[in-house]
């Protein structure tokens, strides 16, 4: 069974910065990408940024500039670092890892809480 812990979150004012961490139990060998997705109140949950096994790396516009996403494949460790942040970056942020078995899965961790205050 696959976990993902999250660590990293909490309240900060407009224009300063948390770092995000994701640790995940999985062989490094099944990992296809790991990333980030967020959750405002009564919004869809959407990608924030993600990287590849390959080292491909995505960022939502809204982000991009602001974010970097990076990774230690040997710890399946994920770091998210938010620099600049927004009332709007405000919400419940989840760790994402696409791994690849009998069939390819997406795993979640439980979430944690960025609140950004004006």
């Known amino acids: 069974q696959v976990q993902l812990v999250e660590s990293g979150g909490g309240l900060v004012q407009a224009g300063e910065s948390l770092r995000l961490s994701c640790a995940g139990s999985?062989?490094?060998?099944?990992?296809?990408?790991m990333g980030w997705f967020r959750q405002a109140p009564g919004k869809q949950r959407e990608l924030v940024a993600s990287i590849s096994s390959g080292g491909r790396i995505n960022y939502a516009d809204s982000v991009k500039g602001r974010f970097t996403i990076s990774g230690d494949n040997a710890k399946s460790t994920v770091y998210l670092q938010m620099n600049s942040l927004k009332p709007e970056d405000t919400a419940v942020y989840y760790c994402?890892?696409?791994?690849?078995?009998?069939?390819?899965?997406?795993?979640w961790g439980q979430g944690t809480q960025v609140t950004v205050s004006s």
């Open positions: 994402n890892a696409r791994v690849a078995g009998a069939l390819i899965r997406d795993y």
């Open positions: 999985m062989n490094t060998f099944s990992i296809i990408s």
